[in-house]
């Protein structure tokens, strides 16, 4: 499966960026794909995921602000990043998991500026 993410950039606090990942290759139809992040000296933490089935989960620090929905007919995960900040800047990270393994996208940039 490979995994090619898009939408980084450079914003200011309280604008919004839709991050999005489209997997390819062989994908099972039942499956998880989300979004982690992994800012500068810090470790990778989880963002949002969403299940094939539509069910999601959050971070605690990104709930209200960010919304993460699926095209499962385009394999594709979107992240609605709403009313950015400062720490939400980071390296995010597209991950997609199966049954048996996962794999991750090459990561994209978000910088917030104050």
């Known amino acids: 499966v490979q995994l090619q993410a898009s939408g980084g950039g450079l914003v200011q606090a309280g604008e919004s960026l839709r991050l999005s990942c489209a997997a390819s290759?062989?994908?099972?139809?039942?499956?998880?794909m989300g979004w982690y992040r992994q800012a500068p000296g810090k470790q990778r933490e989880l963002v949002a995921d969403?299940?094939?089935?539509?069910?999601?989960n959050y971070a605690d620090s990104v709930k209200g602000r960010f919304t993460i929905s699926r095209d499962n007919a385009k394999n594709t995960v979107y992240l609605q990043m709403n009313s950015l900040k400062p720490e939400d800047t980071a390296v995010y990270y597209c991950?997609?998991?199966?049954?048996?393994?996962?794999?991750w996208g090459q990561g994209t940039l978000v910088t917030v500026s104050s």
């Open positions: 991950n997609y998991r199966n049954i048996r393994t996962q794999y």
């Open positions: 290759g062989r994908v099972f139809s039942i499956n998880v």
């Open positions: 969403i299940t094939n089935g539509g069910s999601t």
